[in-house]
């Protein structure tokens, strides 16, 4: 029993795949960071705890500009976790790791209003569909409304939520999003490169809504469809958005 006990285990080592924000960075960075700012102005708080990507490919600076932008980023609480598309030449022990054979996503971009501080809570989802060939794209459906400062981030298809989304709360989806109650917070559908995505909702008052990684704000968002039922898709690269009903 004692040699049982003494015994050396192995290290165990698990895989993982994470949902991370990705942010391709353009020329000139100084003009570049001052479009981040006046984003993180309108969602103070909105890139902590958010897993970052750098996607660098095609960019053409240096080691020492490549350290200074992520310096940049970190003092705008943009935590870099990995760099993707950089020359071994641009690499050193001192920045993120490489990072490589990531899946296309949509960016997240910020909304207008500063999001809640806290953590939030994982929101219950019950899978109407298993990923498997030949069945039916995966789809998630929520039976309670989603509270303020909640993500729910579902790449593989459809969320449906059958209640509201409060101010603060966010919705990533792979497919499209149907809202059975108020939108107030962000709605992000085709997020794994699915123009074809749609969102609906029975009353828009939404922050934020973005398909395939083009967006618009509260502020760029239609007034005379504020408070109503509507369906949103995306017309190449523009958002647009009809009543229904």
């Given at each position: 029993?004692?040699?049982?006990?003494?015994?050396?285990r192995?290290?165990r080592?698990k895989?993982r795949?994470?949902?991370?924000?990705a942010?391709?960075?353009?020329?000139?960075?100084?003009?570049?960071?001052?479009?981040?700012?006046d984003?993180?102005?309108?969602?103070?708080?909105?890139?902590?705890?958010?897993p970052v990507v750098?996607?660098?490919?095609?960019?053409?600076?240096?080691?020492?500009?490549?350290?200074?932008l992520?310096?940049?980023?970190?003092?705008r609480?943009?935590r870099?976790m990995g760099?993707?598309?950089?020359?071994p030449?641009?690499?050193a022990?001192?920045?993120?790791p490489?990072m490589?054979?990531?899946?296309?996503?949509?960016?997240f971009?910020?909304?207008?209003?500063a999001?809640?501080?806290?953590?939030?809570?994982?929101?219950?989802?019950?899978?109407?569909?298993?990923?498997?060939p030949?069945?039916?794209?995966?789809s998630?459906?929520?039976?309670?409304p989603v509270r303020?400062g909640q993500s729910?981030?579902?790449?593989?298809?459809?969320v449906?939520?059958v209640?509201?989304?409060?101010?603060g709360?966010?919705?990533?989806?792979?497919?499209?999003i149907?809202?059975?109650?108020?939108?107030r917070g962000?709605?992000?559908?085709?997020?794994m490169?699915?123009a074809?995505?749609?969102i609906?909702?029975?009353?828009?008052e939404?922050e934020?809504?973005?398909?395939?990684?083009y967006?618009?704000?509260a502020e760029?968002?239609?007034?005379d469809?504020?408070?109503?039922?509507?369906?949103?898709?995306?017309?190449?690269e523009t958002i647009?958005?009809?009543?229904?009903g």
């Amino acid at each position: 029993m004692t040699q049982v006990l003494t015994d050396s285990r192995p290290i165990r080592l698990k895989g993982r795949s994470f949902l991370a924000l990705a942010l391709t960075p353009e020329l000139p960075l100084a003009d570049w960071l001052a479009r981040l700012d006046d984003l993180a102005a309108r969602s103070a708080g909105f890139f902590l705890r958010r897993p970052v990507v750098l996607d660098v490919d095609g960019l053409d600076i240096d080691r020492n500009q490549l350290r200074e932008l992520v310096e940049q980023l970190g003092s705008r609480n943009v935590r870099v976790m990995g760099i993707e598309g950089a020359r071994p030449s641009m690499l050193a022990a001192d920045l993120p790791p490489a990072m490589a054979d990531g899946r296309p996503a949509s960016d997240f971009e910020a909304p207008e209003k500063a999001e809640a501080e806290e953590g939030g809570a994982a929101v219950p989802v019950v899978p109407a569909a298993s990923a498997e060939p030949g069945r039916a794209v995966p789809s998630l459906v929520v039976t309670q409304p989603v509270r303020s400062g909640q993500s729910l981030i579902f790449p593989e298809g459809d969320v449906t939520i059958v209640g509201s989304v409060a101010s603060g709360a966010e919705i990533v989806a792979g497919g499209s999003i149907h809202i059975y109650g108020t939108l107030r917070g962000r709605a992000m559908a085709g997020t794994m490169g699915n123009a074809s995505a749609r969102i609906f909702c029975r009353k828009l008052e939404a922050e934020l809504i973005a398909i395939d990684g083009y967006y618009k704000t509260a502020e760029d968002m239609e007034p005379d469809l504020r408070g109503r039922a509507v369906q949103i898709w995306l017309d190449g690269e523009t958002i647009a958005a009809g009543t229904l009903g």
